[in-house]
């Protein structure tokens, strides 16, 4: 005799009771990743990666640097405002390793480190 079982739960309460809820492991997430693609980010002075915000319910990580837009595509502007792209690539202080869409590369180098990192979390370890 064949028996289906449909197991339902509710995912935030299980989250709340194990001390996670309120959006916990998106934040942690989220700190985890800035924390990753830091070498990534491109990088003269500093100020791009390191002013990175973090959205209150962890959701997005901003660069509100004006230049930000063109770093994170790699495309060099030119002309006044509304500037316009060349088509020329733009050349990277740290490259290979910092460079445009670099959380794109920092997820193709270290995605299974953030799930670990996640389950560390979640069992109340801290992830390293």
């Not at 060099?76 to 490259?95: F, I, N, Q």
């Not at 193709?108 to 979640?122: S, T, V």
Request: glycine fraction near 12%; include cysteine; aromatic fraction near 8%.
């Amino acid at each position: 005799m064949k028996l289906k079982v449909l197991a339902q739960f509710d995912g935030k309460v299980i989250l709340g009771r194990c001390g996670i809820g309120n959006n916990g492991l998106r934040k942690y997430l989220a700190s985890r990743v800035k924390l990753r693609s830091d070498p990534y980010v491109p990088m003269e002075s500093g100020t791009l990666k390191n002013q990175v915000q973090t959205a209150s319910d962890g959701s997005v990580l901003i660069y509100s640097q004006p230049y930000a837009h063109y770093q994170y595509h790699g495309k060099v502007m030119a002309g006044r405002a509304p500037k316009h792209y060349t088509g020329s690539a733009l050349t990277y202080h740290g490259a290979p390793m910092r460079g445009p869409e670099w959380e794109k590369r920092m997820l193709a180098d270290h995605a299974g480190d953030l799930e670990k990192d996640c389950a560390a979390y979640i069992n109340g370890r801290k992830g390293g």
